[in-house]
């Protein structure tokens, strides 16, 4: 039995006393942005400052040796979490930054003029942005590959889109907007047909789902800790050992290298500490840790199905509405994106937040899909395992009563 209302009660922000800045409940649906955080998290990080306030790998007494011990214990349950092995994998301070890291140290090393990197319309711009500087650098080439009628990027698509000179592939596994579940697996099968690389952005897919990087067979892996109950300013980038071997850091300083002498000779440490210089966001590592187990005994095929249960819920409701336009009805995560008729997304949004309902609108930082969408921007409700039945309620019901954000002030 899932007990979302017992579950509720390990989130501070849900202890009911929480209301928007207009008086109403508080009702969050924006959990493609950042989750909360359950209490187990906020006391691990607290217990790093109050009680093991050392630097990591820097001292030679006790207290520095409990915080080193930690970080590797957090390191095994993150590796652990994803299948992968311990040595693989590297904290970062979020998706942005492990992407950037591969982008620089994998692609700007190993890609020249001519080569291919292959990406979705529907990427986020932490998934685009970095592999444009790239192509501008190396002269790679960015292609995307075509997305279906629904708006998801299939193996089928890529077969199509791939050549002998693509060397990168990188992907959502499930896409921020449009929310669709992508066949990393076959993807990855296809990319490496070709001697290319599979990036996989996990961003909104660990979160919500069993991940298995090994059975995935994709060559690096991105994920972000706020998204999963975890602190901000803390993620891991996942690569398999043998391309962290061969990569290039893409920071340097202090911690990531064994020796360098006055003429520029740089010895760096093996993978996982070549990409982690100078001192770690270690509050937030301890967090992590905590989300993992968190998330781990509530058991991710239990979430992953009251998730689905909640937005199947959800789509059946708003399907009756004629005002509402959805753009992602068959999509395979909690993510719902839609617009009101005749409603700028924004107005929308601000309507709803007199009603004490925090959505997304905008862009959602994938700027690609505008044309797709045949608006610039949209609104996104997005659901984590502590929402409930009774919130979606409550969220049709305002949306069947207005839109325009002048009614928050004239209802």
């Known amino acids: 039995m899932f007990d979302v209302l017992k579950i509720r009660k390990d989130f501070p922000m849900l202890d009911g006393t929480k209301t928007n800045f207009n008086g109403k409940p508080l009702i969050y649906f924006d959990n493609a942005a950042t989750t909360f955080k359950p209490y187990c998290v906020i006391d691990e990080c607290n217990k790093y400052y109050l009680e093991e306030n050392a630097n990591s790998h820097r001292g030679d007494y006790d207290l520095a040796f409990k915080v080193d011990k930690n970080v590797d214990n957090v390191r095994e349950k993150v590796a652990n979490f994803i299948r992968a092995k311990k040595q693989e994998v590297v904290f970062t301070s979020g998706c942005s930054m492990a992407m950037n890291l591969i982008a620089y140290g994998y692609g700007f090393k190993y890609l020249k003029a001519g080569d291919e990197i292959i990406l979705t319309e529907a990427e986020h711009a932490s998934n685009v942005l970095p592999w444009f500087k790239i192509s501008e650098l190396t002269g790679a080439i960015i292609k995307y590959i075509e997305l279906d009628e629904d708006g998801r990027a299939t193996p089928e698509n890529l077969r199509k889109a791939i050549t002998k000179n693509t060397k990168v592939v990188s992907i959502a596994q499930i896409t921020n907007v449009l929310g669709y579940k992508i066949d990393i697996k076959e993807m990855s099968k296809i990319a490496h047909e070709f001697g290319a690389i599979l990036i996989c952005d996990a961003a909104q897919s660990c979160p919500h789902m069993k991940i298995d990087v090994k059975d995935l067979d994709c060559d690096f892996l991105t ?50 500490a070549k990409f982690e210089a100078g001192t770690m966001n270690l509050s937030a590592i301890y967090g992590f840790g905590a989300a993992v187990d968190y998330l781990t005994n509530l058991g991710m095929d239990n979430i992953e199905k009251y998730e689905m249960e909640l937005r199947n819920y959800a789509i059946s409701k708003l399907k009756t509405m004629q005002n509402v336009i959805i753009y992602n009805e068959n999509a395979d995560s909690g993510i719902i994106t839609f617009n009101v008729k005749d409603v700028f997304a924004q107005d929308e949004a601000s309507y709803l937040n007199s009603k004490g309902i925090c959505v997304r609108s905008g862009e959602h930082c994938a700027k690609l899909l505008k044309d797709r969408l045949k608006t610039m921007a949209t609104v996104r409700a997005s659901f984590y395992f502590y929402n409930t039945f009774e919130e979606v309620d409550a969220f049709i019901e305002a949306l069947k009563n207005g839109g325009n954000f002048l009614d928050a002030y004239f209802d």
């Open 223 to 272: 994920m972000s800790a706020h998204k999963m109950c975890g602190p901000t300013g803390i993620g891991i980038m996942y690569g398999k050992f043998n391309l962290l071997e061969k990569m290039d850091p893409f920071l340097t300083g202090g911690g990531d290298n064994a020796r360098f002498d006055m003429c520029g000779n740089v010895a760096f440490l093996v993978p996982p």
